[in-house]
C-alpha cells in the first residue's frame, strides 16, 4: 500500500507497515501529539513534518530499521519546537536533501543506530535553545556541510559514531556542550569546531583530518581525554 500524508495531527497516529511507503507530499505538522513509525516502513519526503510539543518514536530494528528517502527536497526532513524524540535504527537515502533534523526550544533527542552514506549536503542535524541531544551508533560519511550544529545552551552526548569526509564534523559555540567519546572522526576538514563551550572528548580518534580539534575563542572550558 501506499499513504500519502499531509496536514495537521492533532491525536496520536501509527504508521503501520502495511501503509509504507509513506509519501509526505505536502507539508505535515503534529501539534500536541505523539507520531509512531514502525519497524520496517519507509518514509519518502518531499516537504517536511513539523513537531510543535510533540513526541516522535521511531522503532526501527536491526533487521528492518526504518527507511528514510530525500525525494527532491532541500528543507529538513524533520523539525520540532519542544519535540520529544526517541529513534532507533534509521536508514537515509537519497542525495538531494540537505538537512535531516532541527530541534530547539527545549527539545530532547535520542537517535540509536542511524546510517547515511553519500546522503547530501548542508546541515545534517541542528539543534539549539536548551536542546539535549544523546547520539549513539552514528554513521555519517560524505556529506558536503556541517554534520551536528548546536547552540544557544543546548548539549551533545556522541558514542561510538563515525563521522567520515565530512566537511565540519561537530560546531558548536554560544554556551553549549558536548562530550564525545569512543568515536572516529576521519579526513574532515575539520572535525571538531569549539567556540564558548564546554568540550569532553574521551577515547576519539582523529585520523587524516585537515583540522582535528578547533578552538577559535579563549574562554571555552575544553578538555581532551585519552584521545
Same mark, same amino acid.
Given at each position: ?43 519518502? @519526503? ?72 553519500? @546522503? ?5 542535524i541542528s539543534v539549539f535553545d536548551n ?25 551533545? @552526548? ?70
Amino acid at each position: 500500500a501506499e499513504t500519502i500524508v499531509g496536514g495537521l495531527y492533532v491525536k496520536p497516529t501509527i504508521w503501520t507497515k502495511a501503509g509504507s511507503p509513506y509519501i509526505i507530499k505536502n507539508s505535515t505538522t503534529f501539534l500536541n501529539t505523539s507520531l509512531r513509525i514502525d519497524a520496517g516502513v519507509e518514509v519518502r @519526503f518531499e516537504k517536511d513534518i513539523f513537531f510543535r510539543n510533540s513526541s516522535l518514536f521511531i522503532t526501527g530494528t536491526v533487521s528492518k530499521p526504518v527507511t528514510f528517502v530525500a525525494n527532491n527536497t532541500s528543507s529538513y526532513f524533520l523539525a520540532g519546537e519542544g519535540l520529544t524524540m526517541n529513534a532507533r535504527h534509521l536508514k537515509l537515502q537519497g542525495k538531494e536533501n540537505s538537512h535531516f533534523l532541527n530541534a530547539w526550544k527545549g527539545s530532547a533527542v535520542s537517535i540509536e543506530d542511524i546510517k547515511a552514506d553519500d @546522503f547530501g549536503s548542508g546541515t545534517f542535524i541542528s539543534v539549539f535553545d536548551n536542546t539535549d541531544l544523546h547520539i549513539a551508533d552514528m554513521k555519517l560519511t560524505d556529506w558536503n556541510g556541517k554534520g551536528i550544529e548546536l547552540y544557544a545552551s543546548s548539549s551533545l @552526548f556522541l558514542k561510538n559514531s563515525d563521522m567520515i569526509h565530512v566537511d565540519r564534523g561537530v560546531y558548536v559555540f554560544l554556551e553549549s556542550s558536548i562530550d564525545i567519546q569512543d568515536s572516529l572522526f576521519e579526513a574532515n576538514t575539520k572535525a571538531i569546531q569549539i567556540q564558548t563551550s564546554d568540550a569532553v572528548i574521551r577515547k576519539t580518534d582523529f585520523e587524516q583530518n585537515q583540522y582535528a580539534i578547533l578552538q577559535d575563542v579563549d574562554d571555552g572550558a575544553f578538555r581532551l581525554i585519552d584521545a
